[in-house]
T-cell receptor, first 114, second 112 residues
Framework: GAGVSQSPSNKVTEKGKDVELRCDPI?????LYWYRQSLGQGLEFLIY??????PDKSGLPSDRFSAERTGGSVSTLTIQRTQQEDSAVYLC?????WGVGEQYFGPGTRLTVT | RKEVEQDPGPFNVPEGATVAFNCTYS??????FFWYRQDCRKEPKLLMS???SGNEDGRFTAQLNRASQYISLLIRDSKLSDSATYLC?????????????FGKGTRLHILP
């Protein structure tokens, strides 16, 4: 079946612009996670959703970052007034159940802020 | 102490050898454990879950030691295609919340 998809696959933007990243989870998966990974670094947890709600937003790096999920499916991660340090690969993952930890990752969006 | 720690490596291992690496975690209440692999410039992929009784999948064996708070991954008869970064994942969450923590990974290079 279809896996997790993310769009765009690559995004180059100018410093100060807003960007919106999209994640389509596997159909029926309840939990959805956002991470980012800088080159050669580990995964940095950003936020997760149980259905449409996000119990823990403490991983978001600043108030320029926000995320939402609608209909228990698609999620968008929005970064306002992008900075060069926001450049990274943004990975989305979904899981059939929260509290389990078996996650299926999308291919990521490579964000470059110039 | 970091929540989930792994030796970053790299482990340079000849093809056919056996290699093992550990991952330590700090929260004794952690609920579930996993190993993922990540190839260069690719997304992580679930390799195997780690059960209390240990589990084996072909050449791969994962074990959990709750008393010492570590999990291990053993790869037998290593193949060139096993070269990757292996990520340890711990879910510290309770029944109501996830708190999933990824280790920074151990790089493995299988040498021909």
């Amino acid at each position: 079946g279809a896996g997790v998809s993310q769009s765009p696959s690559n995004k180059v933007t100018e410093k100060g612009k807003d960007v919106e990243l999209r994640c389509d989870p596997i159909s029926g998966h309840t939990a959805l996670y956002w991470y980012r990974q800088s080159l050669g670094q580990g995964l940095e947890f950003l936020i997760y959703f149980q259905g449409n709600s996000a119990p823990d937003k403490s991983g978001l790096p600043s108030d320029r970052f926000s995320a939402e999920r609608t209909g228990g499916s698609v999620s968008t991660l929005t970064i306002q007034r992008t900075q060069q340090e926001d450049s990274a690969v943004y990975l989305c993952a979904s899981s059939p159940l929260w509290g389990v930890g078996e996650q299926y990752f999308g291919p990521g969006t490579r964000l470059t802020v110039t | 102490r970091k929540e989930v720690e792994q030796d970053p490596g790299p482990f340079n291992v000849p093809e056919g050898a056996t290699v093992a690496f550990n991952c330590t975690y700090s929260n004794s209440a952690s609920q579930s454990f996993f190993w993922y692999r990540q190839d260069c410039r690719k997304e992580p992929k679930l390799l195997m879950s780690v059960y209390s009784s240990g589990n084996e999948d072909g050449r791969f064996t994962a074990q959990l030691n709750r008393a010492s708070q570590y999990i291990s991954l053993l790869i037998r008869d290593s193949k060139l295609s096993d070269s990757a970064t292996y990520l340890c994942v711990v879910n510290e969450g309770s029944n109501r919340d996830d708190k999933i923590i990824f280790g920074k990974g151990t790089r493995l290079h299988i040498l021909p």
